[in-house]
């Protein structure tokens, strides 16, 4: 700890400075570290608010607000850095529908994604002690029903996505979690890295193992869309370390250097396929003919990858109404499809004798447990798994990353954002300090 207050500040929306501060105030600026456990009444936060929704660069404004307050079971972290998900921008818009109609404070804090310090802690919480350095996955349920004693918490009616569907998200100086969402945060990366990946890699982890007897092993060959996004990254990276082929499917020829380099069996540019996308025609029609000739034309294009007559094991989908169609056509006999998302919509449709009379399965997915969840993130631990961290912002740019991914302009793989970190490469409270020290001399 430094044995100097902290006479000098930055401007909260920068994160200029990081510093330890040994006075013990109700606010502290943005990267001004307050002693070791000391809970400040105030923090600043990015809040979104009912009447602001809209695109981020909107929505998000900086506020003064009331640090959390605790119950027994949670968690008060000082949030070093930050993940940035879709979740933020469907939250700014307000869509589907308002988060805030759904926990009813009268503003929402996103971020689903986070890594930083254990601050304080609730009277029944064992495992975690304040100063532990963590990452947070992003699961809670009120953990007193079946599902959550024996059976899996993601069936639990309690279930909820922190961050999105919780007011208490970290793109704030403070973040509110359940004991149970924290994780052991990989020492070998940074602060920045370390919060980028737990959101994606679970998600993709449950959809490849948590959906028995249709498990990743081996052999298997998986149709991976979007493989160079920050979900498509995670279960790529997962199919080479299990010993799967993973084809994962690009829009741009410049991103196919990338998914290889991250361990995948083949390529293909879905942008090299016309007529096959989009919600499936009448069956019957001449536009279906159309379009089951383009389908088989892109099925010809992965056995040049499996090798002809080798259908898919697996699909891992999240595009949605686009691609879903197809995704039922190619997977094999006895396969499955599993989905998470619909990034281009929700009308899913399908020629279903496919599915019936080749007995295929279409599964949904959503996020993990917290079994999935820590299994998935000490593949990082083991450095197994890259976070495939593309771009990092500072704190008063966190709207402008969210309206980056908004428009789909950014880079392949995952973003992050500081908040008390002052600058990348730090991997320590310690690293914090002395950073912030020696800017403050600069």
């Known amino acids: 700890m430094s044995s100097q207050s902290a006479a000098t500040k930055t401007d909260a929306t920068t994160g200029a400075l990081s510093l330890v501060s040994e006075e013990k105030k109700d606010l502290y600026e943005i990267g001004e570290i307050p002693p070791l456990g000391h809970v400040p009444k105030n923090m600043y936060a990015w809040a979104i608010r009912k009447e602001r929704h809209g695109e981020p660069d909107t929505a998000m404004q900086i506020e003064v607000v009331p640090t959390w307050e605790l119950d027994s079971h949670d968690v008060l972290v000082l949030v070093m850095a930050a993940g940035v998900n879709y979740n933020g921008v469907w939250a700014s818009l307000g869509k589907p529908i308002s988060t805030l109609d759904g926990h009813k404070n009268p503003y929402h804090i996103a971020g689903s994604d986070a890594s930083g310090v254990v601050w304080a802690v609730g009277s029944k919480v064992k495992r975690w002690r304040v100063g532990d350095e963590v990452v947070i996955h992003c699961n809670q349920d009120d953990g007193d029903d079946e599902e959550c004693n024996g059976g899996d918490p993601m069936f639990s009616t309690s ?212 079994l999935q969840a820590s299994q998935a993130n000490k593949l990082v631990v083991e450095r197994r798994i890259d976070p495939c961290m593309s771009e990092v912002f500072p704190w008063d740019q966190i709207p402008k990353a969210h309206m980056r991914m908004y428009r789909n302009e950014h880079k392949p793989g995952n973003m992050a954002v500081l908040v008390s970190a002052p600058t990348t490469g730090l991997r320590t409270i310690e690293d914090v300090i002395e950073a912030g020290q020696q800017m403050r001399k600069a």
């Open 159 to 370: 279930q909820r996505i922190w961050g999105y569907e919780t007011p208490d998200g970290s793109f704030a100086q403070f973040c509110r979690v359940q004991d149970r969402q924290l994780l052991e945060r990989p020492k070998h990366l940074t602060w920045e890295e370390s919060a980028c990946y737990t959101l994606v890699l679970a998600t993709a982890y449950r959809m490849l193992f948590g959906h028995r007897p249709h498990v990743l092993r081996p052999g298997h060959n998986v149709l991976v869309w979007g493989a160079s996004g920050g979900l498509g990254s995670m279960a790529v990276q997962l199919c080479a370390t299990a010993g799967a082929n993973a084809i994962g499917i690009v829009s741009e020829d410049d991103k196919r250097d990338f998914v290889m380099q991250l361990g995948a069996r083949g390529v293909i540019n879905r942008k090299d396929f016309k007529d096959c996308w989009g919600e499936l025609p009448k069956v019957g029609t001449p536009e279906y003919d159309a379009w089951f000739k383009a389908a088989r034309k892109f099925g010809a294009a992965i056995w040049e990858v499996t090798g002809k007559g080798n259908n898919v094991d697996c699909v891992f989908e999240h595009p949605g109404q686009s691609t879903f169609p197809v995704s039922v056509f190619v997977v094999k006999r006895g396969g499955m499809v599993v989905i998470c998302a619909g990034t281009t919509g929700y009308n899913l449709t399908m020629d279903a004798r496919y599915l019936w009379m080749h007995q295929k399965r279409v599964q949904g997915s959503h996020f993990a447990n917290l």
